[in-house]
């Protein structure tokens, strides 16, 4: 284990991106279970509210990522330095997108259904950390051969390629696969030539005059919902923990009144809870 750990993360200078995700995933991993200790009023932690404010644990993380980022841009290719900043980045990265929902509607949304979408983008970005690690090249120029890679037209091609493959996705409403397909092309291939979803750019760009085209999409998207919206959400409340839902919980933990119930006085309308339940 030892061996191959040296000569697949250490020798090829590796270890600092495997620091930064083990540290990423670690220190997302423990946030979720303190912060569902303190929804459930076990264990000794508490929300730092210091004067009445709430302090998100997004604000230490952004001082976090902002000292490792700095810190490995200037510290040398190698050595002790690279290696703490790189485990300091991760813990910062981790506690901010424990809260990406937050940052994403400006509220605070963590036990709410839309918290769901920090879960979803805490997998997402570890899975491209992964791939990243394992030896994925962005845009796939790593699947070239020596000849291609000798060519300057066939590598500007495969760019090119790639590149349109993963706008298109992007455009249809594919976002994972786009996101993955930035390292595996024939992911951000199978986002490009399938139907896009509703709603997306490229359906109200193009889907407009063709009837046909906007029910098949429509009919795709809820038979795709419907077949993993189940499996989505169990492994998103295996993960980060069950939302508060407001006939089932009543509000959740004091501490969290706002995230469970919807946030800001000015969302109220868009909720339509009763004055009283707010």
């Known amino acids: 284990m030892g061996h191959w750990f040296y000569r697949n993360i250490v020798e090829p200078g590796k270890l600092p991106m495997f620091l930064a995700l083990a540290s990423f995933v670690l220190t997302f991993a423990v946030t979720r279970v303190v912060v569902r200790m303190i929804r459930a009023g076990k264990g000794p932690f508490r929300n730092v509210t210091p ?19 700095f810190g490995a841009v200037g510290s040398a290719r190698q050595g002790v330095g690279l290696a703490v900043c790189a485990v300091i980045f991760g813990i910062g990265a981790g506690l901010v997108l424990d809260e990406f929902a937050l940052i994403l509607h400006l509220d605070d949304v963590y ?21 990243t690690l394992s030896g994925a090249s962005p845009l796939g120029v790593d699947g070239l051969t020596d000849e291609e890679e000798q060519g300057r037209a066939s590598l500007i091609i495969t760019l090119i390629g790639n590149f349109v493959f993963v706008i298109v996705a992007f455009a249809k409403g594919k976002l994972r696969l786009g996101l993955i397909g930035t390292l595996v092309p024939l992911v951000a291939l199978v986002g490009a030539v399938r139907l896009a979803r509703p709603g997306s750019p490229w359906a109200r760009r193009f889907y407009r005059n063709r009837p046909r085209a906007r029910a098949r999409a429509t009919l795709r998207a809820v038979h795709h919902d419907r077949r993993w919206a189940r499996p989505r959400r169990a492994l998103q409340d ?17 501490d969290r009144a706002e995230e469970s119930g919807g946030g800001a006085p000015d969302r109220a309308e868009e909720s339509g809870a009763p004055d009283g339940d707010r």
């Open 51 to 69: 004067g009445g404010m709430h302090i998100h644990h997004v604000v230490p993380g952004v001082v976090l990522t902002v000292i490792g980022g």
């Open 111 to 131: 036990w709410s259904e839309q918290g769901r979408q920090s879960v979803e983008v805490v997998v997402l970005a570890t899975a491209l950390a992964l791939l």
């Open 238 to 254: 295996l993960i980060g923990g069950a939302p508060d839902r407001s006939e089932e919980s009543g509000g959740g933990a004091p």
